[in-house]
């Protein structure tokens, strides 16, 4: 998701500070997460069916999309670094 999240972001908006860019991914990952967590909870209220017995899931999961935001974040930012001073 981070790398689909800045390469929107390097077409609508270009030259942004890399804290911004880092700031937009993290914003673009809880949108989805938190899209996502809704539609489960959606989902076991229509059909009465538990799907995630553990209510903890929900937890880990957006600290999960943080983590993974994060993460993903830097290593294209250093990745993209390392191609440019080469």
Do not use: C
Request: charged letters at 15%; aromatic letters at 10%; zero cysteines.
């Amino acid at each position: 998701m981070a790398i689909i999240a800045l390469y929107f972001q390097s077409r609508v908006w270009p030259n942004q500070h890399w804290f911004v860019r880092g700031l937009f991914v993290l914003a673009v990952v809880n949108i989805l997460g938190n899209a996502n967590e809704v539609l489960e909870l959606v989902a076991e209220l229509i059909t009465g069916v538990v799907y995630i017995a553990n209510k903890l899931d929900t937890n880990i999961d957006l600290v999960a999309n943080n983590v993974g935001a994060g993460v993903g974040f830097l290593l294209i930012m250093i990745l993209s670094r390392i191609r440019k001073s080469k």
